[in-house]
């Protein structure tokens, strides 16, 4: 299946959830069926299918599946955390369109248009980081924001065109490579808010809610990244240039992200602002991996792009989840509450388990191997291990927890579980065997209706432990994703093989080859020799082959598959 | 050089001088037309009537979003160096990028479209940098971008259907982003309200800028006690409009029972 359903399913969800946000029952309604059946479609994707549309080919792969798929999930359960808790209106339909937009920029084909997709998907989430009716100051935030969102999005369309074409003699000269180089991922390093770039991402947990941070803040850059991944894989690591300087600059961006992120969000009192910070730690490593200029770093950048989403994701769900519960985020104000929360206490360990990992593990394993290719032997030891620290963060946190009871706890509301009726005992008045048989089936049925109909009540009764609940498979997810669970590993080092109909039939889709050469644009050639290749594309390292046209065609090495 | 195209690009970069330089909200909003419409077609060769057509669609429903956010405003930051000060700018740096064309190595577009990219870009970077208004920034924005679709056009091979279709998507997200910042401001005092709460400002800054939920805590409403185990956990907040709500369900309050009829 290729990945057109998957996006009109979004854009018709999203838009319709969108438009009724005034009902919320049916705003959260749409987005939860329209994710439900994204997840099923993404499900469906298959690794060598593409459609041609529209003169560009829409090109599904393994890693993009994966994506998809972790991102409907982690969606549906943020939306269920959602309506649990606060119901924020925007948020549903935001996170469907969101999701869609960046599925739609990892499928495109072409640098460019991927970037102005993944920037348009950005650009959706001012919605729910300036809504009508906050303070001003989250208008403030919202222009930061946008700014942010339009010099990423400026620098990068720059840079694409920029090594986009034939150079002639210029294309002998490093910098101008490296200053492409340098544009782009200084745009994804602006996206994720990567220290020092995160003032506005900092701000954003101020005004927006927590449960739309993963995707303003991970989800939606996580996708510009995979971008520049794969635009830097082919088009500027197959140089084998001397770009020393601009690596070191990402590298230093990196590693300073990673480091004082995590200072940032051990000092944070607000659990939201921990959330941030703690992205902008992770984000540090996508850095580190734009930083890298190797092919080794294309299988765990992929992979740590997907542990970072869904690992964020879950703490924001389990932060939303106790704020609905006790009605603050402050940690001072939170003293006891993991003794009224239980499974939210399960879940924060799960997730911190998940977050920092141990040696061996795939998440650890993918953060060692990016600051290793990044950053000399000694530095890239301290920010591999780095992370550890968080575990001081979440130690904290539960600490906070076990304390005696404070007020805000005492006052908000547990786990507990209720139901909102009891069963009903009727008085038997049947004589014969017979007679009490039936009479007491038909009791058992009217009681099992009374039961049944008390449901919807019953969920409103029980909102906090069904968000605990929700907050805890998430966890669960980022547990599994972690330790490469869902077949990460596999998925993030596929080699791509696009299957795309032809006017004349059934047909293959030439495809752009993994790189081993320079691209033919630093050769001096009359006509743009070498493009893109899909977002889930191949790594560079593949011998044998070299870049093709952007019709697909001119030399090619890579796998074609068919019937 | 096309005299057409030159005449296309001339007529862009008046609307950014009038975008950013324009104190009525009318005026800024025929400035964002003119721009959103006549940026991707300064192009060669022209785009296919369809991608045309996808543009000006795109541009008029952006134009709308922005619109409808700015009903009723009557007066907006625009620039305080006057209009013939940013066409000036504008000028110097369309010149620039007619000159530096394909900075220094061929190029696959037309120079006008880099003239028009230099001249966008140069025209955001006030609004960007100082702005403090929320319209005027996000018009530079908007600017930054388009300017950026124009280095794009001068630089690269033409762009396919497929960029024109996510091109007008990216405006009508753009038009949508201003309009919903323009109607989040004005609500909250107007729209040099994104001045509230920067950081030097003498005021102390307000810890939570969130909107108020539309479903409120019990703790967090200073509802008092004794929300025990098994109690319902969440009340709704008033709600305006129509339905009113989920206020008398089940569920909501402590103790309650649905009446079995």
């Not at chain 1, 729910?128 to 990068?156: K, T």
């Not at chain 1, 005992?425 to 048989?437: I, N, T, Y």
């Not at chain 2, 960007?128 to 091979?157: E, F, K, N, Y």
């Amino acid at each position: 299946m290729t990945v057109l359903p998957f996006l009109l399913v979004a854009t018709i969800a999203g838009t319709t959830a969108l438009l009724i946000r005034g009902s919320q029952r049916w705003s959260t309604a749409v987005a939860v069926g329209g994710l439900g059946g994204m997840a099923v479609l993404a499900a469906g994707f298959g690794p060598t299918t593409g459609v041609r549309i529209a003169g560009t080919t829409l090109a599904a792969s393994d890693w993009l599946r994966l994506f998809a798929l972790l991102g409907s999930i982690v969606g549906l359960l943020l939306v269920a955390v959602d309506a649990a808790t606060k119901h924020e209106p925007d948020v549903p339909g935001i996170i469907v369109l969101g999701l869609g937009s960046a599925v739609l920029a990892l499928a495109l084909t072409d640098p460019g248009t991927a970037v102005a997709a993944a920037t348009a998907g950005g650009l959706a989430g001012i919605l729910v980081a300036a809504p009508v009716g906050a303070a001003a100051r989250a208008v403030f935030v919202g222009v930061r924001e946008l700014r942010a969102l339009a010099i990423a999005g400026a620098l990068a369309i720059g840079a694409t065109a920029w090594i986009g074409r034939p150079f002639g003699e210029l294309g002998i000269a490093p910098a101008v490579f490296g200053l492409a180089y340098l544009a782009f991922a200084l745009a994804v390093a602006i996206r994720f808010g990567a220290i020092p770039f995160h003032l506005w991402a900092a701000r954003l947990a101020d005004a927006a809610p927590g449960v739309a941070l993963p995707l303003l803040m991970a989800w939606g850059p996580a996708a510009f990244a995979a971008i520049a991944l794969v635009w830097i894989d082919r088009s500027v690591a197959p140089l084998g240039l001397p770009l020393d300087t601009e690596r070191s600059i990402l590298a230093t961006i990196g590693a300073l992200s990673v480091v004082l992120g995590l200072v940032a969000a051990w000092i944070q009192d607000d659990l939201e602002h921990v959330v941030g910070y703690t992205i902008a730690a992770d984000a540090g490593f996508v850095v580190l991996a734009l930083a890298g200029l190797d092919p080794a770093v294309w299988a765990p950048s992929r992979t740590w792009l997907l542990v970072f989403v869904v690992g964020r994701s879950a703490f924001a769900a389990w932060v939303v989840a106790l704020h609905g519960a006790f009605g603050t985020r402050r940690l001072l104000e939170l003293a006891g509450w993991a003794r009224r929360a239980p499974v939210l206490a399960v879940a924060l360990a799960v997730g911190a388990v998940a977050a920092v990992g141990w040696p061996g593990l795939v998440a650890w394993q993918a953060r060692a191997d990016l600051a290793r290719l990044a950053l000399p032997d000694v530095v890239a030891t301290l920010v591999a291990w780095a992370p550890l620290g968080a575990t001081a963060i979440y130690a904290r946190i539960l600490w906070i927890g076990l304390q005696p009871p404070g007020p805000a706890v005492r006052t908000g509301v547990g786990e507990r579980p209720a139901w909102p009726i009891r069963w009903r005992h009727r008085p038997m008045v049947g004589v014969a065997g017979l007679e009490r048989l039936l009479e007491r089936l038909a009791h058992a049925f009217g009681g099992v209706l009374d039961q049944l109909w008390a449901l919807p009540a019953a969920a409103r009764l029980n909102r906090v432990p069904l968000a605990s609940i929700a907050a805890l498979v998430l966890a669960g997810l980022a547990f599994a994703i972690s330790g490469g669970g869902f077949g990460v590993s596999a998925a993030a080092g596929a080699v791509p093989a696009i299957e795309t109909p032809t006017d004349n039939g059934p047909g293959f889709q030439p495809v752009p080859g993994p790189s081993a050469g320079p691209p033919a644009s630093a050769r001096p050639t009359a006509a743009p020799t070498f493009t893109f290749v899909p977002i889930g594309g191949s790594p560079a390292s593949s011998p044998g082959s070299t870049g093709s046209g952007p019709d697909g065609s001119g030399p090619s090495g890579s796998a074609i598959t068919g019937d | 050089m096309n005299p057409a195209l030159a005449a296309l690009a001339a007529i862009t970069i008046g609307g950014a001088v009038l975008a950013v330089a324009g104190h009525d909200p009318r005026a800024v909003l025929l400035g964002i037309l003119v721009v959103l419409l006549g940026g991707p077609l300064v192009a060669d060769p022209w785009p296919d009537p369809v991608a045309i057509l996808v543009r000006i669609a795109a541009t008029l429903l952006a134009v709308r979003l922005v619109a409808i956010g700015l009903r009723g405003e009557a007066l907006t930051g625009g620039t305080r160096i006057g209009w013939p000060a940013e066409a000036l700018v504008a000028a110097a740096a369309a010149v620039v990028g007619f000159g530096s064309h394909g900075l220094g190595a061929p190029a696959l577009g037309p120079p006008e479209a880099q003239a028009t990219g230099f001249a966008l870009i140069a025209l955001a970077i006030a609004p960007l940098a100082t702005g403090r208004d929320t319209l005027r920034l996000a018009v530079g924005a908007l600017l930054l971008l388009v300017g950026a679709g124009s280095v794009r056009i001068a630089l690269d091979a033409p762009p396919s259907q497929a960029e024109h279709l996510v091109g007008a998507l990216l405006t009508i997200a753009i038009g949508g982003a201003i309009a919903v910042l323009a109607t989040a401001a004005r609500a909250a005092g107007g729209l040099a309200a994104v001045g509230a709460g920067r950081p030097g400002e003498s005021r102390p800054r307000p810890p939570d800028a969130h909107r108020p939920p539309a479903r409120r805590t019990r703790a967090g409403a200073g509802a008092g006690a004794g929300a025990g185990a098994g109690a319902p956990i969440l009340e709704p907040a008033p709600r305006e409009g129509r339905s009113g709500g989920d206020r008398g369900r089940v569920g909501d309050r402590p103790g309650e029972r649905p009446e079995r009829q």
